[in-house]
């Protein structure tokens, strides 16, 4: 029993009746092991973690740690226990100090006039980033470090107060290559010390890079639990899923018809400069490239949010101007974008009202709404769209990630355009819902839409493009046919390395 | 059948202003036990009464507070539109003409209101405070000592009785119907609930922020020129000291009956429920004979036991849902 840190017995968690998050999840992690906690969107995964960590308390089941039955009402208990979580976001404070983030919630010693001592602290950090292989100038803000070096000071804060178990929620989202290589070896530097991970990820490649098991969720249930060698990437998929890798990319051929945008020698500010594209209809376009490259700009530019320095747009060989984003509806063009809480969605909105927000002047007349046509048309797209988890009438918030995305999906294409941009469609949507969304971009392909598609998921802008332009700094390095589609090119490209 | 009633149950515990109205109805109950002329029709008439002219003002202030704005001068624009109303009303001898008035001289400082601290990007806190201390500087200035003493038929909207209702229940019905048809069937109710909930994804789909943010604040300076009609209707006379106050008691009626103050968030039965509990208490003390000086004191109170029930009551909702 000594090498077991951290037991779940039947973990289960339910919110209202019969909704399940978790169902009899029974975890075992066992000293200075990695586990890859794996599953869809709304597969449990958080749950599970936060009932560790105290963020939720189980509705049955029981948790032990070092052989002790424990109970955490709190953050605070469990980190008392050892156990701390990093979130996919910052959890710390940017306008303090690193090392006033590091000891937050501690007690702080103080010297003999009644200040903190913060000598005796630096010492202790000191000792820390030492172990850790970095080294920071303590006093300056947390706002000023890149996403890789906050995620260090927050492992680092786990360090100082002996934390036994870490729990990272993807950990490496924001992070570039070699920030991630970074984490891993300090990753494997800590499980030598005994140092216990649970490690979610979207990205499999990691898990099977970083992990000694994987743990797969579906539905709230766990499905298998073992040895990352007795998985391959596929058979991971399939157990996350339910169903075979093949399906979930999905592409029909269809006609590609005339140019309908054309954009030329477009600038804004320092963004972007002199970027040409085309669109034609019936054709998704791939906008390929790094964050920060200028996509979202450039598409925010297009949809009138930005108000472009130079060049021209072409709307069916005619010349327009798009000064706001009434003109660029007007035009037919849409734009999703890519944060779907903080700029796409209003969450305390019934779903009904967030799937008309774009489209409510085709329900009204004179200012008034007809509710009824509003209900029709939203019952007609959520079938459409398979939007599942709560019923239209309630918060668009109760939904799921993936479902919510649906939603805004929905939200943008109701104003029937003829241009679609879509900013990363399916970023943190699960594979099914992934699978979802490819097929209604498929289909307003189809239906003689034009759909640009930014997506720095590469796998994603192939499957799914009949053309990729990729982006570098702000200028458009390459377009490819899709005869010419190559994955090491277009990353290359991407990087500025050709 | 069971389930039904279940969803129906957290239906209704999860609309904002339920927790208030269940402390109202408790709080009734216990004041008709100690007091005994409380339950009477005469006096449930009489509180619904005193409570019309805080609760039109209260929804009118419910939608600037849903676009995540606020307006703290309806206390000195209601004394102002109270007289505009009653020198118009002693000019013409009747009550319609110095409606008109009133609600013209309410939509005009509404407008300015709305107007700068929108396009003129001054936050609307800091504009409709000195828009509160400058309407009262100039009614004291113009007005000094002077009292308006107004006869019967300019009383229409606080005297006037039709089908043996008081009109100025009527006009808070009829202002109820108003916001609550705005709400659901206008795109202008709905895009000021939109922009208070998110404002980044109203920029997002091209919502005219500005433009609905101003009617807002319209809205409200209208609806003071509409109250000071009923009000200076009730009272029968005026001073330039009238409705000192009186905003907090609008601000309090709405965050009372559960209206988010940061926005987005709310009910337009919020403000009616706030201003009835406001209502009933200050009738309770009267009654009691308990000194008016209790009044604020008492109102700072159950500001913040509603306030901490809902947190209470969030609690609750969050274990469940």
């Known amino acids: 029993m000594e090498d077991i840190v951290c037991i779940l017995n039947n973990i289960s968690k339910t919110f209202g009746e019969n909704v399940f998050a978790c169902k009899n999840v029974n975890l075992k992690l066992n000293c200075g092991e990695v586990i890859g906690l794996v599953g869809e969107n709304g597969a449990g995964k958080s749950t599970v973690v936060k009932c560790l960590y105290g963020l939720h308390s189980p509705s049955s089941g029981s948790i032990v740690i070092a052989d002790k039955e424990v109970l955490f009402k709190s953050p605070k208990d469990s980190e008392q226990h050892g156990v701390f979580f990093i979130p996919q976001e910052l959890d710390l404070f940017p306008e303090l100090t690193i090392i006033e983030n590091l000891f937050i919630g501690k007690k702080i010693p103080r010297n003999w006039i009644g200040n903190f001592d913060w000598k005796v602290l630096e010492k202790q950090a000191d000792e820390i980033f030492n172990n850790l292989g970095v080294s920071f100038d303590f006093y300056m803000p947390l706002k000023l470090l890149s996403a890789a070096n906050a995620k260090l000071v927050e492992i680092a804060r786990a360090l100082i107060n002996e934390a036994k178990i870490i729990i990272m929620d993807e950990p490496t989202a924001a992070l570039t290559q070699k920030e991630v290589k970074k984490i891993f070896e300090i990753i494997n530097n800590l499980k030598k010390k005994k140092v216990s991970f649970i490690y979610i990820s979207h990205r499999l490649d990691e898990i099977f890079e970083i992990a000694d098991s994987i743990t797969v969720l579906r539905d709230g249930e766990l499905i298998i639990s073992d040895h990352k060698n007795k998985f391959t990437k596929s058979k991971l998929v399939q157990y996350m899923v339910g169903r075979p890798l093949d399906q979930i990319f999905y592409r029909t051929k269809n006609k590609i018809g005339k140019k309908i945008l054309e954009v030329k020698h477009l600038s804004y500010e320092n963004n972007f400069k002199e970027v040409n594209l085309e669109l034609k209809k019936g054709e998704i376009v791939g906008l390929a490239g790094l964050i920060g490259a200028g996509r979202s700009e450039l598409a925010q530019t297009i949809f009138g949010l930005r108000k472009y320095s130079s060049g021209e747009i072409y709307i069916n060989e005619k010349k327009i101007n798009i000064n706001s984003v009434n003109d660029a509806i007007k035009f037919g063009i849409a734009y999703l974008p890519e944060e779907r809480r903080s700029q796409g969605l209003i969450l305390p909105f019934t779903i009904i009202w967030n799937m008309t927000l774009s489209s409510i002047k085709n329900f009204t007349s004179f200012g008034y709404i007809n509710n009824h046509e509003e209900i029709k048309f939203v019952k007609k797209s959520s079938e459409k769209f398979t939007i599942k988890g709560a019923k239209i009438s309630s918060p668009v918030s109760q939904l799921s990630g993936g479902n919510q995305q649906k939603v805004l999906v929905a939200k943008t294409i109701a104003t029937k355009p003829k241009i679609i941009i879509l900013d990363e469609p399916t970023r943190g949507v699960d594979v099914g819902a992934k699978a979802e969304i490819y097929k209604i971009i498929d289909d307003l392909a189809n239906q003689g839409n034009a759909i640009l598609l930014i997506s720095s998921e590469l796998n994603e802008v192939i499957s799914m493009s009949d053309r990729i332009y990729v982006m570098h700094e702000g200028k458009i390095k390459g377009e490819f046919q899709k005869n010419e589609f190559n994955a090491e090119k277009i990353a290359s490209v991407s990087a500025g390395i050709i | ?321």
């Open chain 2, 1 to 321: 059948m069971k389930k039904k009633y279940n969803n129906l149950l957290i239906k209704f515990f999860s609309r904002p202003e339920t927790p208030v109205l269940v402390f109202l109805f408790f709080l009734i109950f216990i004041i008709s036990i100690f007091t005994s002329n409380f339950l009477t029709v005469a006096n449930l008439k009489g509180i619904l009464e005193q409570v019309v002219v805080i609760s039109i003002i209260a929804l009118a202030v419910n939608q600037v507070i849903y676009g995540a704005e606020i307006d703290i001068s309806t206390g000195s624009l209601l004394a102002v539109c109270a007289f505009v109303y009653g020198l118009v009303a002693m000019e013409t001898g009747g009550s319609w003409i110095a409606l008109l008035a009133s609600l013209l001289c309410g939509f005009i400082f509404g407008l300015f209101n709305g107007f700068l601290s929108t396009y003129g990007k001054v936050p609307s806190i800091i504009v409709t405070l000195g828009m509160l201390f400058i309407l009262r500087g100039g009614l004291l200035l113009s007005n000094p000592g002077t009292v308006l003493n107004l006869i019967e038929p300019m009383r229409f909207f606080g005297m006037g009785n039709i089908f043996g209702l008081p009109v100025s229940i009527y006009c808070l019905i009829i202002v109820i119907i108003f916001y609550h048809f705005l709400s659901f069937n206008t795109l202008w109710g709905r895009n000021i609930i939109a922009i208070g909930g998110n404002p980044r994804a109203a920029v997002n789909i091209g919502l005219p922020i500005n433009k609905v943010r101003m009617l807002s604040f319209v809205g409200s300076g209208t609806m003071c020129g509409f109250a000071a009609a009923v009000y200076l209707g009730q009272a029968g006379q005026i001073q330039a000291t009238a409705a000192t106050g009186f905003e907090l008691k609008v601000i309090a009626a709405v965050v009372l009956g559960g209206t988010s103050i940061a926005g987005g968030r709310g009910s337009n039965f919020s403000p009616i429920v706030g201003a009835l509990l406001v209502g009933v208490i200050l009738n309770a003390l009267t009654l009691n004979r308990i000194p008016p000086y209790y009044e604020l004191f008492v109102l700072g109170l159950l500001i913040l036991i509603a306030v901490s029930f809902d947190g209470f009551r969030r609690k609750l909702l969050e274990k469940d849902v």
